[in-house]
């Protein structure tokens, strides 16, 4: 059947196990966590074992991470599901390093990019960046899955999750399996989800994505990736056994006919669907990343709040029509490198201040030497002016009041007559 067609067609090669020892894979406390008693029991019943292989599944609009495990039957079937805790970041792929996105599409761990001794409890190294992020350029690095519940572009889930997930990796790489592949998603990827998000800027890039997830669909198997003409292709088998260049013509390939049979009508059954949902009210669509400009904005504020500059509370966030939107509340992150720049900023500040309080007293110094300056010279004016009046010669011919007459021997005869006639 399919499954068995992969498994004879699929050209997985075999990854050495490089950089890993017994002891980076049996470490003592968190590490050597076992999984549940109830949860072995459940996987059994599902035809699984404790060392069968796995695969991990993300979807983060539903803020999901899956476990599958291979079954007896060479199957995969869910073995748990964990709610991530917390991730930063939109929907829609990491472009840089710093932008805060958390990475979406289809990675490899091996056991060496496990830590046992991460700060964060327990992590591993998902493979940011792979074959397809190189070579279109997008760049960051030590991407996880981790504890602690604290993200900046990684997938955190609380400690007691992480310890299972852990467990499950290193219990299936001791059952011999080389590697695991993680596929992250923006959300399910079902007709209805991409209906709503048929007019986002990242739409052609999910619908690509969608191949792998429609092809892991059908099979219950991961699939088989790699990359060519800077895209990714999906169980693709090549002519003469010729390899695939990331950046290079995609060499002639074929799928296996049972796969490619089943992927052709699964997709005729897809788009009725979809076209049927795109006539329907639907939730509206999340917040998702405007490429690479928005990654731009976003990495540059992240390298400022590691300075410990003071930054917007929130990162900024670029509408589709090109609108910034940036939140008006300004802080500093509490760290080493912000307590460092509070103190160089309060200096500069004290410093600031000084300049302006000696300039305040220079100028109030200047300006009270000038009204000294224009006072004395007002009473010099002044003072000319009475002496210009007191000089000046009295003009005989102009008429001035009536002198008092003084009081003598005729005044006072004069005044007593006319006290006595009445004159």
Partial sequence: MIANTLKAGLLVSAIALSGCTETALDMSNAASAQLPDKLVKEMNAKGMTRTSSIMARVFKEEGKLEIWKQKSNGRYGLAASYDICKMSGQLGPKFIEGDRQSPEGFYSVRPGQ?????????????????????????????LMVHGECSSSGCFSMNNKQMEQIYAFARDAFRGGQTEFQVQSFPFRMTAANMARYRNDPNYDFWKMLKEGYDQFEITRMPVKVDVCEKRYVFNRLTEDGASFSAAGACPASTMPEQLASAYSSYQSSYEAAFSSASGKSLAPPKETINGLKEAKLVADWTHQRSRGERISIEPPAMAHDGTVVQTSRMGRVDSPAGRKMAAIEAEQAAKRKAEDDKRRAEEQKRLAKLQAEEAKKAAEEAK????????????????????????????????????????
């Fill in 384 to 423: 000319a002016a009475e002496a210009v009046a007191a000089a000046a010669p009295v003009d005989e011919a102009t008429p001035t009041a009536k002198a008092e007459e003084k009081p003598g021997l005729l005044g006072g005869v004069r005044k007593r007559f006319g006290n006595i006639f009445g004159s």
């Fill in 114 to 142: 496990l830590n046992p001794n991460s700060s964060y409890h327990l992590a591993f190294n998902i493979g940011y960046p792979n074959a397809y992020d190189r070579v279109n350029g997008r760049t960051g690095s030590n």
